[in-house]
């Protein structure tokens, strides 16, 4: 059974920063691309970031130069460093796993995990 599960949500000041983790079962997570993408109800979904299975990194306009997303591969493991948050970072954060690149498109998501960026 494919199983997504982040971490690392919590409540930061703003110029703070935060780590999350997705922890990856029921596949094998080196061969897949990952995404994050993050959701506030009063806006909808907005992608986030994305690497692919050899590495690459690609940002969203919002957050390049701020976050950085990576994978432990071995671990099985997603990350999303996020740093100077600001208080439109506040979403609830999501990994997914992409099925077709090209087109975006993904089948498994985790629960998410909360950002609240306030002062």
């Known amino acids: 059974e494919v199983q997504l599960v982040e971490s690392g949500g919590g409540m930061v000041q703003p110029g703070g920063s935060l780590r999350l983790s997705c922890a990856a079962s029921?596949?094998?997570?080196?061969?897949?691309?990952m995404t994050w993408v993050r959701h506030v109800p009063t806006k909808g979904p907005e992608w986030v970031s994305a690497?692919?299975?050899?590495?690459?990194?690609y940002y969203g306009d919002s957050v390049k130069g701020r976050f950085t997303i990576s994978r432990d591969n071995p671990k099985n493991t997603l990350y999303l460093e996020m740093n100077n948050l600001k208080p439109e970072d506040t979403a609830r954060y999501y990994c997914?796993?992409?099925?077709?690149?090209?087109?975006?498109?993904?089948?498994?998501w985790g629960r998410g995990t909360q950002v609240t960026v306030s002062s």
């Open positions: 997914a796993r992409v099925t077709k690149w090209e087109a975006g498109q993904t089948d498994y």
């Open positions: 029921g596949f094998t997570f080196s061969d897949y691309d």
């Open positions: 690497i692919d299975a050899a590495g690459h990194t």
